[in-house]
T-cell receptor
Framework: EPEVTQTPSHQVTQMGQEVILRCVPI?????FYWYRQILGQKVEFLVS????????KSEIFDDQFSVERPDGSNFTLKIRSTKLEDSAMYFC?????????????FGEGSRLTVL | DAKTTQPTSMDCAEGRAANLPCNHS???????VYWYRQIHSQGPQYIIH???NNETNEMASLIITEDRKSSTLILPHATLRDTAVYYC?????????????FGKGTRLSVIA
């Protein structure tokens, strides 16, 4: 069964460093998402991406965050200057376009620890 | 914010049916009811969705009341691996741009 893959599974970084989290969505999917989950809290929407541009973003997704799809397969989330409060699990998700099923398929997540 | 209300936690004996309720009294006519679950810290997993008819798939059944103000997810024979947080979400279906909004869900513990 096709799946969304994310790398790295765990990254430890120092405060102020840049981090890039990578995702390979399911190949025929056209909508892409990033969510995050701080330990013990809800899964929170960050951003959605379609047709090479951001469709929606939450208030969490400030100027420190950016997304891109550089090569038609990877979908990346960049955090420019990490803060302690960016420590969380980051989940990538994708879904099909069109009239078919629209459930989201999530990856297993990337755990980011900011020290 | 999520437009659903779910119990915080439930227990279920292994092998028995797990019935997880959800209230969505403000659901609108074009909104579907979706269920996802999250096992430990893994990515959320789609379970089932429905509009007004009852639905069944290989994972679960979804029973939606006639007035659509509430629904129940049924895991017919719960196993220990079904221990997870279950999220009930209402969402317009054909809306790839509209994000899923997760609430706190119901923490289901399946007990041996």
């Amino acid at each position: 069964e096709p799946e969304v893959t994310q790398t790295p599974s765990h990254q430890v970084t120092q405060m102020g460093q840049e981090v890039i989290l990578r995702c390979v969505p399911i190949s025929n999917h056209l909508y892409f998402y990033w969510y995050r989950q701080i330990l013990g809290q809800k899964v929170e929407f960050l951003v959605s991406f379609y047709n090479n541009e951001i469709s929606e973003k939450s208030e969490i997704f400030d100027d420190q965050f950016s997304v891109e799809r550089p090569d038609g397969s990877n979908f990346t989330l960049k955090i420019r200057s990490t803060k302690l409060e960016d420590s969380a699990m980051y989940f990538c998700a994708s879904t099909q376009a069109g009239e078919g099923k629209r459930e989201l398929f999530f990856g297993e997540g990337s755990r980011l620890t900011v020290l | 914010d999520a437009k659903t209300t779910q119990p915080t936690s439930m227990d279920c004996a292994e092998g028995r049916a797990a019935n997880l309720p959800c209230n969505h009294s403000t659901i609108s006519g074009n909104e579907y009811v979706y269920w996802y679950r999250q096992i430990h810290s893994q990515g959320p997993q789609y379970i089932i969705h429905g509009l007004k008819n009852n639905e069944t798939n290989e994972m679960a059944s979804l029973i939606i009341t006639e007035d659509r103000k509430s629904s129940t997810l049924i895991l017919p024979h719960a196993t220990l691996r079904d221990t997870a947080v279950y999220y009930c979400i209402v969402r317009v279906r054909y809306s790839g741009n509209t994000p899923l909004v997760f609430g706190k869900g119901t923490r289901l513990s399946v007990i041996a």
